[in-house]
């Protein structure tokens, strides 16, 4: 445990895991590495916890949260789960894909958590911290991203205490998150077709073309102007400075955040990795916040590949 701080740090080994499944036992707030960002956990069962997790994010009652669960067994019993649903869980879990499925009407689950809809947000993450929290809890875990609603999203333990210290009780420190955005968020319809509601570390065009002759399913473009998952909010992943897109050039008072042959004051990947700028892109827009500097210029990124998903977070930031 760290001295400096109110909420308690722990290394995310089988005893900070044992801490942390007795906290949430007890309706208590962990925050948790994925392989994602870290998340904030609430057993999803019950409606108190929940309610804690909007209390601590700031978060707007009318956004609803993913539900982490073991695999797709678990997921039955919250969701109902059509056959390509069925093979895209099987398949695809665990990773950073989130499936928004037709909730079950007795799916024993807080209310809060589908903030009054009839689909329900499944995921069943990758992370070994995570997948052994999970194991030792007979509960799901409602987890959104560990941070103050729409603010800068966390990648590493103290990223989650600059906005969370002395609001949750606990932070399992398991290091740095690998993919460094959140997971891609598909909604699966009753009527064959997949809508892509939040671009993530998944290649979604790949995906269909693996899934698509088996199961039928159409792909939209997405469109849908309803909340129906997180992220989808006009703004969010805000640094709290104005930031400005695609920038080549910058002026004495911006922060820069470089790619490839753009230099900066933090470079996204040097070599133009994609891969390696998602891991990196919420660290460097936690300096850029921090740095004294009033103002935030990002270089360029293709929009291609998980490059989408880095544009997508970058604009909500921008907004």
Known sequence: ?????????????????????????????????????YGLAARADSPEAVAKIYAAKGRPD??????????????????ELSGAAQALASNEWPGPLTLVLPRKPDAALAPAVTAGLPTVAL?????????????AVDFPLAAPSANRSGFISPTTAPHVLQSLDGRVDLVLDGGPCKSG??????????????????????????????????TGLRLLASGSSAIEAPGQLESHYAP???????????????????F????????????????DAATRLYDCLHQAAASDRPRIAVA??????????????????AA
């Open 1 to 37: 445990m760290s001295g400096k701080n109110a909420t308690a740090v722990l290394l995310a080994d089988a005893q900070g895991i044992a801490r942390a499944a007795a906290i949430l036992e007890r309706g208590g707030l962990v925050a948790v590495p994925t392989e994602t960002v």
């Open 181 to 214: 955005l959140e997971s891609t968020i598909l909604a699966v319809r009753h009527d064959g077709t997949w809508e892509e509601l939040r671009p993530g570390p998944l290649d979604l065009g790949a995906l269909h073309q693996q899934y698509s002759a088996d």
């Open 62 to 79: 009318f956004n609803p949260l993913i539900v982490h669960v073991r695999d797709a067994e678990q997921a039955l019993r919250y969701a």
């Open 300 to 317: 360029p990124v293709p929009e291609e590949g998980i490059g989408r998903a880095i544009n997508d977070r970058l604009r909500r930031a």
């Open 240 to 258: 709290g400075k104005p930031l400005r897109l695609n920038a080549t050039l910058a002026g004495d008072d911006e922060f820069v955040i470089g």
């Open 123 to 135: 995921r069943a993450p990758a992370h070994p911290v995570m997948r052994t929290l999970l194991q």
């Open 260 to 275: 490839g042959e753009v230099g900066g004051d933090c470079t996204l990947s040097a070599s133009g990795d994609l891969n």
